[in-house]
């Protein structure tokens, strides 16, 4: 037969029993209670990582919106700049046309107060009729150009804003 380990049985051997089972079961609550704690540090500390992961990607958007913000302010500071200068310039072209077309209306009145005959004096009327409208239908197509450019230009800043949030967004979608 095999030795198997023999039992004391009897008051005695529960006396000697007793204080192991003691010890082990407070052994194992001691265990059980560092391995809960070390449980509940590490998702604490887990916790902890995801909280300031969050943060640092709140501040960071934060950050490019503020930037972005401010790339807008600017393309339309810029579009203004754009605008004024163009219609600065598209009124000098205006005043031009209007003073050329005063000094033909003086040239053709000096003419016609030294004209001979009444012929004379419509032919001129007439003249400066006809060069009048092809010289204001002409001067309306530049306008008309310059103010389509013009038009382009200004907002060109802004065009150039939108496309850029067009891409951010489409990226973080």
Known sequence: MANKPRMIEGPA???DQAPN???RGFESTVSGLKDGMTQA???FADTQAKVKE???KAMKTAEELMAFSQGNLEAMVKCGQIWAAGVQDIGKQIAANAQASLDETMTTFKAMSSVK???DAFDLQAGLARSTLEKTLAESGKLTDA????TEQALAPLTAR???AMEKFAKQA
């Not at 103010?147 to 013009?150: D, Q, R, V």
Request: charged share 20%; proline share 0%; hydrophobic share 55%.
């Open 13 to 15: 051997a529960a006396e």
């Open 21 to 23: 089972a003691a010890t």
């Open 41 to 43: 540090a590490a998702g």
């Open 54 to 56: 969050g943060m640092e």
């Open 117 to 119: 005959s009444l012929k």
């Open 147 to 150: 103010s389509m450019k013009l």
């Open 162 to 164: 939108v496309n850029l």
